[in-house]
């Protein structure tokens, strides 16, 4: 089993910038791959961006690349996402994610790539 908590969700304004980190604990050895999700009020989870182990590729879904970076301390067993120019429309719950299989690189945009799921952390921006 992997434990997953993330933090740093909270109250920023249009334009400004946070990040978020992802605590991972247990059997992280086992893990193939870590991302972010998002979901807002009424809206369908939705891919935001993933790093995979193997070559450490980074995958990011269109509206959110050149705006958020993922990346990861190994040592700590933390990823983390850090978003610049926030919007309104990004204030969602974030969640992260970790999966345990091996895919080609595009799927792991698909919730059904990750078997471990955090709790969430709320990000609001407000404009």
């Known amino acids: 089993q992997v434990q997953l908590v993330e933090s740093g969700g909270g109250l920023v304004q249009a334009g400004g910038s946070r990040r978020l980190s992802c605590a991972a604990s247990g059997r992280t050895s086992s893990t193939s791959a870590m991302a972010w999700f998002r979901q807002a009020p009424g809206k369908e989870r939705e891919f935001v961006a993933a790093?995979?182990?193997?070559?450490?590729?980074?995958i990011y879904a269109s509206s959110m690349k050149g705006r958020f970076t993922i990346s990861r301390d190994n040592a700590k067993n933390t990823v983390y996402l850090q978003m610049n120019s926030l919007q309104p429309e990004d204030s969602a719950a974030y969640y992260c994610a970790a999966g345990r299989d091996y895919y080609g690189t595009d799927y792991y945009r698909q919730i059904d790539a990750y078997n471990y799921w955090g709790q969430g952390t709320q990000v609001t921006v407000s404009s």
């Open positions: 790093i995979i182990w193997s070559g450490a590729n980074t």
